[in-house]
């Protein structure tokens, strides 16, 4: 699975990452290394995602002041990516 992951590297202004299949953390780096407390929350989140009427989304972005999330939903993989944003 590993050489699968390489692009998540070649991210610009990746922070970490984490990889989660069936609630478990397959792989984590860099900022979100070993945050598996973020999983539950997640789901919680991708969960009332499904109840939406078209319940295709697969993409959530959750923006802070200098970083924002990327969840995004394929198959049985969640991918949640922290990638620095630019100041205005």
Do not use: W
């Not at 990889?19 to 969960?47: F, H, R, T, Y």
């Amino acid at each position: 699975m590993d050489a699968s992951l390489a692009f998540l590297n070649k991210l610009p202004d990746l922070r970490g990452y984490l990889v989660i299949s069936d609630g478990a953390v397959l792989k984590s780096e860099g900022e979100l290394a070993n945050k598996e407390s973020m999983v539950n929350p997640i789901q919680k989140m991708l969960a009332c995602q499904s109840t939406m009427p078209d319940g295709k989304t697969a993409n959530l972005s959750i923006h802070y002041s200098d970083y924002m999330l990327t969840i995004s939903r394929n198959g049985k993989y969640v991918f949640v990516v922290k990638r620095g944003l630019l100041p205005p």
